[in-house]
């Protein structure tokens, strides 16, 4: 099993989230992190703060728990933690969630809880000013956006890329998660 690790401490901030501006708006952007792990989730690719990435790791059998949502594979014994393990593409609704040798596991540090969430595949560290990031779209009540921080939008020549910036605290603490409580900050 290859591992490719970069311990981050616990807590960790962003020094841009301590910068303050005038409207709300402004201020959601500069509070954003600046670094985003890319990913992807079938045909699209995703972006979650660099600093809730505690290593990656190669897929393995996680043990199932009776009873646990199908977006929920199971847990693993992670040098001495027992990590919950959740299906990303299951999660999102992705059409299908095949394992093959690029589905890795992303561990994460969400709220002082650590918890593997499976991907198709890691792409790279992409570092996004405030300028590149857009507000997410205002989509109806009926669906559930609010995870999506905004949308990174990245320009390399004449080829533009899109990356929707997820707040994986937001998803990981909803109720239907059952990982945490939702209330703890």
């Known amino acids: ?33 600046n670094e985003f792990l890319s990913f992807r ?3 699209e690719e995703y972006g979650i703060d660099i600093l809730r990435v505690q290593e990656i790791r190669s897929y393995e059998a996680s043990m199932r728990i009776a009873n646990a949502p199908a977006f929920i594979k199971g847990v693993v014994n992670l040098r001495g933690v027992i990590v919950p393990i ?15 040798g690029s589905t890795v596991v992303i561990v994460l540090n969400v709220r002082g809880r650590v918890i593997g969430a ?16 857009k507000p997410a779209p205002q989509l109806s009540t009926l669906v559930d956006a609010g995870y999506i921080m905004g949308i990174g939008c990245i320009k390399n020549g004449d080829v ?26």
């Open 1 to 33: 099993m290859s591992t490719i690790t970069e311990e981050r401490p616990i807590g960790a901030t962003n020094p841009a989230a301590a910068a303050s501006s005038t409207t709300s708006a402004r201020r959601e952007f500069v509070a954003a992190p």
């Open 41 to 43: 989730l079938g045909g």
């Open 86 to 100: 959740v299906d990303l593409r299951l999660k999102l609704g992705c059409e299908s969630a095949e394992y093959n």
């Open 160 to 185: 533009e890329r899109m990356l929707i910036l997820t707040d994986i605290d937001a998803l990981m603490s909803s109720a239907d998660m059952g990982l945490m409580d939702a209330a703890v900050p």
């Open 118 to 133: 499976v991907v198709d595949s890691v792409s790279d560290v992409i570092a996004l000013g405030a300028d590149d990031i």
